[in-house]
């Protein structure tokens, strides 16, 4: 299953909410200086009704002024405090949005880079956009703020009902038949506004996603003339989102004005029963004036640790994403052993590692990939000797990657062992044999930046001359020539200044620069034009000379020189041997050599 597609079915857990707990504790002390501000100001809201009840008993009804000086001078210094606990608070839960935010960003972006290949196989790109961002900057914001005010609320009201018990005990208990009436409501509610949050987080994900699909593949789509599909596919996209968000829209606008009801309905009561006492005699009209006040203000934090309580329900959803993506694990792992003595991929030991001579063994070797079933190798023998130039070819998805991946440990065999100098590679860290590759694909990525910046990711302490050697060794410096600033051009977002083959010669200069022991070369002339691709073979047997390399060919006329050739069918090495040896056995290698010969002899003719 796609994980985009993952159900996240809970209510609230607060398992769950721990999660969290982890990435609040370097915000310790922010967290308690907040929680005192707020529990000051809760007080402050709480005895300033107090406050009134003593002005109009006392300086109204009294119609006396003996001792206004001293209660002014005491109000404004109790507002003062309040005030400066107010800013103390708000910068306090600034800094826990912006440095949570940021840990869990950065918490999610190095866990993504200890995932395996796999895992970016079946994942879509807006998948892990939406949790980096968007889920990530929810919770940050949701704890900042969200709790600060739930908890004022909490307090605010505790603390209110207290006194009204104290003013008036009969009418608080009117006032207090109102929370179960609430409670009931939340709970009724709460599981439904959840369902339809998850779902409206859920789609915003395929949303990023398409947004993302749109802008990479728009040429593309412009030159296809696809446009309306494009366009009619993120409308139906989009108008999931807007039913999904209109029904939780829905539920939220029926719950909070049912809370709105009660409180009002309570309200009108003390307002009549009040009123009735105060005429009697049986209440002084300063401590109806509090009560008053205490019962309109109480339901406005009711109403929003409602409000809260269901974004909270809400953001749950966010945590389980979030969580979700930190709690996937990479198939391909170092033991703890190999951890200790080797590191990891960023705190490498490096004065631990053996040098890689380039021996490559594959030793009763099976494998099946981790979506699948049916074995692609079965107790698989082979041995490369360092410095075996290997080529392996066959249609295209008949498997030919899948060597390649495990000797390079992108994925790990099923059975047996793969060896490198004569040690199972799991006794050795990832990283290890990952520094020693140089590995350029068929379709390269560059980073956004300098062709110079580019080609230095081979090996980020070169000189600028050794950038411009590893150019020219490729014949990559014909590209840079034609550039306006040279090798300081800007490549653009994924090198989309620079056609396939530039790419590809940039991606050349970037392995060459990184002087690996073990070359893979995955179909890495395939854009290139012929004459071009003449210049870089002979750069190649000059560069592979003393390395093992593997060359996953497109054209075979590019292998005849390898020390051995692998001819993959239906996911099995049904030949082996060299070029002329597989000629004469005239087989499966025989038949793709005939035949793209036969094409490419007609393509010269047409041409």
């Not at 003062?80 to 972006?109: C, H, N, P, W, Y």
Request: include cysteine; glycine fraction near 8%; aromatic fraction near 10%.
């Amino acid at each position: 299953m796609r994980l985009e597609e993952k159900e996240y079915t809970k209510s609230f857990d607060y398992s769950i909410w721990k999660r969290i707990f982890p990435f609040l504790k370097p915000y310790k002390k922010t967290v308690i200086m907040i929680l005192v501000m707020n529990l000051f100001c809760s007080l402050v809201d709480i005895i300033l009704p107090l406050f009134q009840r003593y002005a109009i008993n006392h300086f109204i009804e009294g119609n006396t002024l003996t001792g206004i000086g001293f209660f002014t001078v005491l109000y404004i210094v109790v507002i003062a405090l309040q005030g400066a606990a107010v800013i103390a608070f708000t910068r306090g839960s600034m800094r826990i949005e912006m440095g949570l935010g940021k840990d869990l960003k950065r918490a999610l972006f190095v866990h993504l880079q200890t995932l395996s290949f796999s895992y970016y196989n079946v994942t879509p790109v807006g998948y892990m956009l939406s949790r980096v961002m968007n889920d990530t900057g929810k919770i940050s914001g949701l704890i900042a703020w969200n709790f600060v005010d739930l908890l004022w609320a909490l307090t605010y009201v505790l603390g209110v009902f207290v006194a009204m018990l104290f003013l008036n005990w009969k009418l608080a208990l009117v006032i207090m038949l109102v929370v179960p009436a609430i409670a009931l409501l939340t709970f009724y509610f709460q599981n439904r506004i959840l369902k339809w949050n998850r779902q409206v987080r859920k789609i915003n994900s395929k949303i990023t996603s398409a947004y993302n699909e749109g802008i990479m593949g728009a040429k593309t789509a412009k030159s296809l003339v696809v446009e309306e599909k494009t366009y009619g596919e993120f409308q139906e996209i989009t108008g999931e989102m807007r039913s999904a968000s209109v029904r939780a829209a829905r539920l939220n606008a029926v719950y909070l004005p049912l809370v709105l009801f009660c409180g009002s309905l309570a309200t009108a009561i003390v307002l009549a029963r009040g009123g009735i006492q105060v005429f009697e005699n049986a209440m002084l009209i300063g401590t109806l004036s509090a009560f008053t006040t205490y019962a309109v203000g109480i339901f406005e934090p009711i109403q929003q640790m409602a409000r809260n309580l269901a974004e909270f329900i809400s953001a749950q959803a966010n945590i389980e994403r979030v969580t979700g993506l930190l709690d996937e694990e990479p198939q391909v792992v170092d033991s703890p052993e190999v951890i200790e003595k080797y590191g990891d991929s960023f705190f490498p030991k490096k004065e631990n590692w053996e040098p890689i001579k380039g021996d490559i063994e594959f030793r009763d070797v099976s494998f099946h990939y981790p979506d699948g079933k049916e074995e692609i190798l079965s107790h698989f023998n082979l041995k490369i000797p360092a410095g075996t130039n290997v080529a392996i070819v066959g249609e295209t998805g008949a498997g030919k990657s899948t060597l390649v991946n495990l000797a390079c440990r992108f994925f790990e065999p099923t059975g047996g062992q793969i060896l490198i100098d004569g040690k199972d590679y799991r006794e050795r860290s990832q990283l290890w044999l990952h520094s020693s590759l140089g590995y350029v694909l068929q379709n390269p990525h560059l980073f956004s930046g300098s062709v110079m910046e580019n080609i230095r990711y081979g090996r980020l302490d070169a000189t600028d001359e050794e950038v411009i050697a590893a150019a020219k060794a490729v014949h990559a410096d014909q590209v840079v020539e034609k550039m306006d600033l040279g090798y300081q051009s800007d490549v653009g977002e994924g090198g989309d200044r620079l056609s396939t083959g530039e790419k590809q010669l940039i991606s050349f200069a970037r392995a060459v620069l990184a002087d690996p022991r073990i070359f893979v070369l995955d179909e890495a002339t395939s854009s290139i034009d012929t004459q071009t691709e003449q210049l870089i073979q002979k750069a190649t047997d000059k560069i592979l000379k003393g390395r093992t390399s593997f060359l996953i060919a497109h054209r075979l006329s590019t292998i005849r020189n390898a020390d051995l050739i692998l001819v993959v069918k239906d996911g099995k090495i049904i030949e082996q041997g060299k070029h002329l040896e597989l000629l004469e056995q005239k087989g499966y290698y025989y038949q793709l050599v005939r035949r793209q010969f036969t094409e490419e002899e007609s393509q010269k003719i047409l041409d």
